[in-house]
Each structure stands twice: as C-alpha cells, then as structure tokens.
C-alpha cells in the first residue's frame, strides 16, 4: 500500500456509541467517518509518547497522569503491567516508583485507598483525604515528583501543599 493513502478498516462498536456518534456528526454537518477519524487522532496525540519506543520511565508520567483512570480501565493496566510498560529496560534513576504506579492503578478504582495511600507517599501528609478532587491531588503530587524537579535531583517526593490548604507546591 502507498504511504499516505487511506484505508478502510473495521471496528466494533455498541450502539450507544454509535447513537453519539451519528448525532455529533449530524450536529456538525459532517460525516460519521469525520468524527471517528477526530475521536481516533486526538486520542493517538495524546498518547504519542507511548508509541515512541525511547520514552520510558519518569518522562512517562505525564501521558498516565493526563490519559486518566479511562485509559488504565480500558486497557486493564494494573500495577505489575504498567510497570513494565514505563519502567522496562530504563535506568534506575528514570524509574517511576512502584507505589506510585500502584497509586496512579488505585486512583480510579478504589478512590478512598489512593487517598490513603497519597498520604503515606505524601510524608503523612492528610490533605489528600479531605481534598473534594483527588485526582488532582494525585496529579500534583506526581509532577511534582517526577515531572518540576531537575533531573539530577534525587527522585524523593517533596512535601505537597495543596490549594485547599492555602499552601502553594
């Protein structure tokens, strides 16, 4: 096949995905196709980093972070899988640690056990357990981590003070 040209495939869909689909494309005057094509590359951009073979280990988290609980439900990642995934042949300092993994898997499964769990990795910290948004706890507290420090600095948590709290990171 010639690089650039188009190809049909076949997907499986539910109805109800389909129903949304039909009416979006109706409400935008454009084809079903047209939205299918939108939905398939906005979600392969934000993923982009997964499919580069040398992304791996902390420049990662971002993607986990960002792609959210949907992303780990739809694939079943659990802990040891993603794990492998981000972690797999990179140097021990680039590692992601494992309870933060476990923590990123829990987020979205067992909310009130990642609360917990962030406020053990958090130095104690509870603020996580009060916090109406958890998620975005758990997004601050890993780029903080892994993502604003300098990468020669050691991978040890820094304190996170969060905005409920009247703190600033």
Known sequence: MVEGRKRAISIRMGVADVKRIKKLA???NVRDSDVIRFAIKTTLSRLM????????????????VEAGVEFLRSFDLETARLDSIINGEVEPEKRVAREDLALITLAGMR???????????????ETALRSSDLSSSIREYLYQKYVYRA???PAVPAPLRFALAGGTP
């Open 111 to 125: 909310e009130p056990y990642a609360a917990v769990k962030l406020s053990e990795l958090n130095e104690g910290d």
């Open 49 to 64: 980093p997964l499919y580069e073979p040398e992304a791996r280990g902390r420049n990662l988290v971002p993607v986990l």
């Open 151 to 153: 990468n020669s600095e």
């Open 26 to 28: 109706q409400r935008l």
